[in-house]
C-alpha cells in the first residue's frame, strides 16, 4: 500500500528539480545501509575468525591460528574499505553522473558482494582454510570489481 502524500511531498512535487533530490538522497541512503549491512556481516565473520583461532590455540596447532589470523587480517581490510568508501556525499550518485543502466551494474555487484558475504559468513565454521581464503577472495575481487567500475563512471 501505498502511503498518502504529505504536505512536503506536495510541495515537494511543485519545486523543479526536487524529484531529482529525492532521488539521489535514495541511492544514498540505499548505498549507505547496503554498506552498513556488507560491514555487520564482516564484523561477524571476523568474531568467528577469531573463535575460531582461540580454538587452534587452545589445541596447540600454531601453523593453523596463523593462518586464520592472515585471513582475519584481509577480512579486517574488506571490512575497513567497505565501511570508510565513500557513500551517500558522493558526486557519483548525482544526476548528471550516472544513468540507469550503470547504477543496474553496480546494485548487481553489490547483490553478489552480499552472497558472497552471507555465504561466508554461513559457513566459515565448517569449512576448511582454502574454502575460506577463496571465498575471501572473490569478495575481495568483487568489491574491487565495484571501484573499477565506479572510478569509470566519475
Known sequence: ???????????????????????????????????????????????????????????????????????????????????????????FFSDNQIKEDELLQIYQIDYELLKLIKDLKNDIKTINILEIENLLGLCLDTFSKRDSIIIQLK
Open 1 to 91: 500500500m501505498d502511503r498518502a502524500k504529505n504536505f512536503l511531498d506536495m510541495i515537494g512535487s511543485l519545486i523543479p528539480g526536487y524529484n531529482g533530490y529525492a532521488e539521489r538522497e535514495g541511492r544514498r541512503n540505499c548505498d549507505k545501509i547496503l554498506r552498513e549491512s556488507i560491514f555487520s556481516e564482516l564484523v561477524v565473520i571476523e568474531k568467528t575468525i577469531y573463535e575460531r583461532i582461540n580454538t587452534a590455540l587452545s589445541e596447540k596447532n600454531k601453523e593453523l591460528a596463523k593462518k586464520l589470523d592472515e585471513i582475519r587480517k584481509k577480512t579486517n581490510t574488506l571490512s575497513s574499505k567497505v565501511r570508510y568508501a565513500p557513500h551517500g556525499a558522493s558526486p
